[in-house]
């Protein structure tokens, strides 16, 4: 299993594969997209209330 946090939320995942953002026709890591500041904490919130793959710390 593999974990990623980002700003308290934790993203679980029970394989090596992490989460990936589609930006400018290319596909990043999530936590790179955060801090590059292209999506932001209402984002994450979004993005783990639709993937049900979320703790709040």
Known sequence: MITIEIYGF?????DS?????WNDCNFYELREEYNN???NKDNLLSISNQTNKYIKN
């Open 10 to 14: 934790e993203f679980l995942f029970n």
């Open 37 to 39: 500041g292209i999506i």
């Open 17 to 21: 594969n992490s989460a990936l953002v």
